[in-house]
């Protein structure tokens, strides 16, 4: 009883936080619609079990995406409201629910086709991945991610440093005397100035020419 | 008294399907760049209420492992996202989607 008025709630808050996304004109409005959303689903992993995920996503995804978020709508200004009745390309709108349907029902289709039932392997009575009772998740997610997962967890560190500097090279100002010049830019500026400076070395002959022409008629 | 129907995992499954496809109509109707990324947030939480719910199906806990993973990702794709972004709204401060053709700056 308990676990079905909890799954109601948080799935109504889910569903109602993503349909703000989508329908909310203000950028603002729509980031907290999305806090809305990313705590339901907090709490859909609670009830799940998995407490450390849930900590993990209110602090990650609530504490630290969405206020990136807010800081760039807020710092560049940009949290204007969009007109949503204008539909820039002609049947986007239309294509947009049937891809939306159709992605619905294929996920829906395959998981009737299966009545429900996860068809993967179920881990092995006993061995280190199968989930214990008793023992925190956080102890087995632990142990997961630096016995089996380890390359990938040391890879991930070499991820968000390039994250860190692609944001770092992205947003930073360039200044006039930091600009990098591009040497096929350069050498197409040095081809087309050179040959502006020829054709001003030509004209003056040509008027010349014309001079003389008008002198001899 | 209210006959109690008992929540199954594939309830679960099914409001990520949902959440999925709300994220991708989204992504696809919004014209604001900042609106389209929190679109993709939403279907990338879709997916890691899927995992952590097979997770739990298959009493399996390398499903909770991928969901870290995914979260780690998903910071680095918005930092990464949002500086392209800063850079483009710098210039033009009411860019949609559609001044994204420009990306050289």
Request: with cysteine; net charge negative; aromatic share 6%.
């Amino acid at each position: 009883m308990v676990e079905l008025v909890v799954f109601l709630i948080a799935a109504a808050i889910c569903l109602g936080g993503a349909i703000g996304v989508i329908v909310n004109r203000n950028p603002v409005h729509a980031a907290l619609s999305l806090v809305a959303t990313l705590f339901g689903i907090a709490v859909l992993f609670i009830a799940q079990e998995a407490h450390f995920l849930a900590a993990v996503q209110v602090i990650v995804y609530a504490g630290a995406i969405v206020i990136l978020f807010l800081f760039v709508l807020m710092l560049l200004g940009v949290d204007r409201s969009e007109d949503l009745t204008i539909e820039p390309i002609k049947g986007q709108r239309i294509t947009a629910a049937i891809v939306g349907v159709g992605i619905l029902g294929l996920t829906l289709i395959a998981l009737a086709s299966t009545s429900g039932e996860a068809t993967g392997a179920r881990a092995e009575p006993g061995s280190a991945n199968e989930i214990a009772e008793g023992v925190a998740d956080i102890e087995q997610i632990g142990e997961s991610l630096f016995t089996d997962h380890l390359f990938a967890f040391e890879i991930t560190s070499v991820l968000l440093v390039i994250a860190i500097v692609g944001a770092v090279m992205m947003s930073r100002k360039v200044r006039r005397e930091d600009r990098v010049e591009d040497p096929l830019v350069a050498a197409h500026q040095a081809e087309a100035e050179a040959r502006a400076a020829a054709a001003a070395a030509v004209s003056p002959d040509s008027d010349t020419h014309a001079d003389a022409e008008e002198v001899e008629a | 008294m209210l006959a109690v129907a008992e929540v199954t995992p594939s309830w679960y499954l099914v409001l990520g399907a949902l959440l999925f496809s709300a994220g991708a109509v989204g992504l696809l109707v919004r014209r604001n760049p900042l609106v389209m990324f929190m679109c993709v947030e939403l279907m990338l939480n879709a997916v890691t209420l899927t995992f952590v719910t097979f997770s739990r199906m298959l009493n399996d806990v390398h499903g909770m492992t991928v969901v870290v993973f995914v979260l780690v990702v998903a910071a680095a794709e918005v930092v990464v996202g949002l500086g392209i972004i800063v850079a483009l709204l710098r210039k033009q401060p009411t860019a949609t989607a559609d001044d994204l053709s420009i990306l050289k700056g």
